[in-house]
Nanobody, 124 residues
Framework: EVLMVESGGGLVQSGESLTLTCTAS????????MSWVRQAPGEEVEWISA????????YYADSVKGRFTISRDNGKNTLFLNLASLKTEDTARYYC?????????????????GRQGTQVTVSS
């Protein structure tokens, strides 16, 4: 069974930082590109960042570019998202997602997503 578990969220003030972690199991993590997506209450899911399978190529939405950093440790089946200079508009539940194949293509659909996500709340 494919399983992805997110952690690391919390309540922070504007300008502070967090690091989110996604631990995956049930498939060969190192073969597939991964993304982070987020969803705020009443809003649609927003893609925010992706990494190729090896981590050598990374991609960001304009809304987080320059503030968020995606990385991965294939030896530990773990995906990270460092969130810096947080803004109130970053408040959302964050999920990791898996894409089939090693490359990420803009707008690509994901095949699996973490079930619970991790909540990030940024206060002003």
């Amino acid at each position: 069974e494919v399983l992805m578990v997110e952690s690391g969220g919390g309540l922070v003030q504007s300008g502070e930082s967090l690091t989110l972690t996604c631990t995956a199991s049930g498939y060969t993590f190192s073969r597939d590109a991964m993304s982070w997506v987020r969803q705020a209450p009443g809003e649609e899911v927003e893609w925010i960042s992706a990494s190729s399978s090896g981590g050598g190529a990374t991609y960001y939405a304009d809304s987080v570019k320059g503030r968020f950093t995606i990385s991965r440790d294939n030896g530990k089946n773990t995906l990270f998202l460092n969130l810096a200079s947080l803004k109130t508009e970053d408040t959302a539940r964050y999920y990791c997602a898996r894409h089939f194949g090693g490359a990420y293509y803009h707008g690509a659909a994901y095949q699996n997503r973490g079930r619970q996500g991790t909540q990030v709340t940024v206060s002003s």
